[in-house]
């Protein structure tokens, strides 16, 4: 039997790393699949904030890259409606993959093309239906959705929630007769590396970040957090600025940190070098206002890295599980606490932590029904 042909839609993908998340959702849906449904990607020829095409690549061609997988790059001068109509018309497929709810470019145009060809469409909302997500230049967003939901683009439309709550988000957005499938995100094809037991002195703490830097992230809070802790701290923020105005208020508090803690920005960092930044980090510290996934914060659970987060993701009671803690973003002070707590823990203490961290993301992984609930998306 022929497998389904899947043509995917996202503003960036592989070789590109800067958008974070939705590369790595999208990377790792096609490598985990590619047995059973025939993927093409149409993309960008650029990373996210670049204007430099990406070496190795044809623009405005279709790719085959090193790993088989097959890549349509635009470039930003024929990224238009005819072109885009054009290599969806010539293209023989059976369904669209929309990796954004709002992408002008990689969800708005190809749905207006995808309609009129009725094609089925599956639109991945990558937590942007989230209420805090739809707070955040809500003035602009919500008449879109209510524009999206009254329109006929929506006739031939399925969505793919990454977990129950996000299915949720999209009832509360398009109504509860939206069709739905559920599977969370995979990760990357990995196993866990040996346990690196890490020095961990009561008194003393180094945390990491690893995010883009903008409101729904949640950094200002983060920082707002550490100014009110006692203990020597060390934290290492890595990600590229997508709102400047926002990191001069961050900035406005990085500058007057309390001496005991130390905290330095290092910008972009690619994927392959994360599993080296978390080496001899004790905790990831990410109060993000929403994940539909968080593939960074599972990297950190893989590498025996606590994680001190929102309860705005699908990751929750981690601290049952020794994994971490899952904390409401409305009590700032409970942060305050957990953060005394850890700073606090001896070697003997972290290293249980540490143990309990890695045996809750390998159960998460080695999950054999990932895979299939995966599978039913396209079914």
């Known amino acids: 039997m022929a497998k389904k042909k899947i043509l995917l839609f996202s503003d960036w993908f592989y070789p590109g790393f800067m958008a974070g998340g939705p590369i790595q959702s999208s990377f790792n849906l096609i490598n985990h699949l590619k047995d059973y449904y025939d993927f093409s990607v149409v993309t960008r020829d650029t990373d996210y904030t670049d204007i430099i095409p990406y070496k190795g690549i044809k623009s405005d061609s279709w790719n085959t890259l090193p790993n088989g997988m097959r890549v349509y790059y635009f470039s930003s001068k024929n990224l238009g409606y005819p072109n885009m109509a054009k290599l969806i018309e010539e293209e023989k497929f059976d369904i669209a993959y929309l990796n954004s709810m709002y992408s002008p470019r990689f969800t708005i145009m190809p749905l207006f093309i995808l309609n009129k060809l009725k094609k089925k469409v599956i639109l991945a909302p990558r937590g942007m239906l989230a209420p805090s997500a739809i707070a955040i230049k809500s003035w602009k967003k919500r008449p879109f959705l209510l524009w999206i939901k009254n329109s006929s683009l929506i006739k031939n439309m399925h969505f793919h929630a990454a977990s129950d709550q996000e299915a949720k988000h999209i009832k509360d957005v398009f109504g509860t007769k939206a069709e739905i499938r559920t599977a969370p995100n995979l990760p990357g094809k990995m196993e866990l590396p040996p346990f690196t037991e890490k020095r961990k002195d009561p008194g003393m703490l180094h945390l990491i970040n690893v995010a883009r830097v903008s409101p729904e992230k949640n950094l200002h809070f983060a920082l707002e957090v550490l100014q009110k802790v006692k203990g020597k701290v060390k934290f290492d923020i890595y990600g590229p600025v997508y709102d400047y105005a926002y990191w001069e208020k961050c900035k406005a508090i990085l500058n007057k940190l309390p001496e005991n803690i130390q905290a330095e920005h290092f910008g972009p960092i690619a994927k ?13 510290f990410m109060p993000t206002q929403g994940e539909n ?85 396209f079914e």
């Open 272 to 284: 392959e070098e994360i599993p080296n930044a978390l080496r001899d980090v004790h905790f990831l």
């Open 293 to 377: 996934f968080g593939h960074t914060i599972l990297e950190a659970m893989v590498c025996g890295c606590p994680v001190i987060i929102s309860d705005q993701t699908p990751w929750r009671n981690l601290a049952q599980a020794k994994a971490g803690f899952d904390l409401p973003l409305n009590n700032p002070e409970g942060y305050v606490k957990v953060m005394e707590q850890v700073i606090a823990m001896n070697g003997t203490e972290f290293k249980e932590w540490s143990e309990g961290t890695r045996a809750f993301a390998a159960n998460f992984i080695n999950s054999p029904e990932l895979l299939q609930q995966s599978i039913h998306i």
